[in-house]
């Protein structure tokens, strides 16, 4: 008689546990998905004459951010050359991150002289992917099929 009453106890047992389970509502998913602006208006970066802008949204709070900022800051092609590159602090710069809705950073746009945003990094890039990248964007085909599509 006893093992049946525990018997019954535990079966009662596992359907309350099953029950509630069933009625648990599943986490949310994770959002991931970080706004990219696709169109720059030229006016509010350095050069807006240069045939190429590279943005490089930052925050000095951020560690990731100085390393993609002293990696990105080497495709500058001077006063006069086709590649303006541009560190916007988030401080320093806020108003351009609130124009822009900028929720991330480090965040790199590769833009062209119309403003429409050709390429783009959230988080650490590497030099060579930033490179392949300005470098797709400027000259279509340029760069191998491996180098590509690093977002």
């Known amino acids: 008689m006893d093992r049946l009453l525990i ?10 546990v099953a029950f509630v389970l069933q009625r648990r509502k599943p986490a949310a998913p994770a959002d991931t998905k970080w706004n990219i602006p696709v169109q720059l208006d030229r006016r509010d970066f350095a050069r807006p004459d240069a ?7 930052t925050s000095s709070t951020c560690d990731a ?5 002293s990696r990105a800051m080497h495709l500058d092609s001077g006063p006069d050359g086709p590649v303006c590159v541009q ?17 991330a950073v480090p965040l790199v746009l590769i833009a062209g002289d119309d403003g429409v945003v050709q390429r783009h990094f959230v988080g650490p890039v590497t030099a ?12 279509p085909g340029s760069t191998p099929g491996s180098c590509e599509n690093h977002d």
């Not at 018997?7 to 309350?16: E, R």
């Not at 045939?51 to 949204?57: D, E």
């Not at 560190?87 to 929720?103: K, M, N, S, T």
């Open 51 to 57: 045939p190429w802008l590279v943005a490089v949204f």
């Open 128 to 139: 060579t992917d930033l490179w392949a990248a300005v470098a797709e964007a400027r000259e």
């Open 65 to 69: 951010c100085a390393g993609v900022w």
């Open 7 to 16: 018997a019954v106890v535990l079966v009662g047992v596992a359907v309350v």
């Open 87 to 103: 560190e916007l602090e988030a401080v320093a710069e806020a108003e351009i991150h609130r124009r822009y809705g900028i929720d």
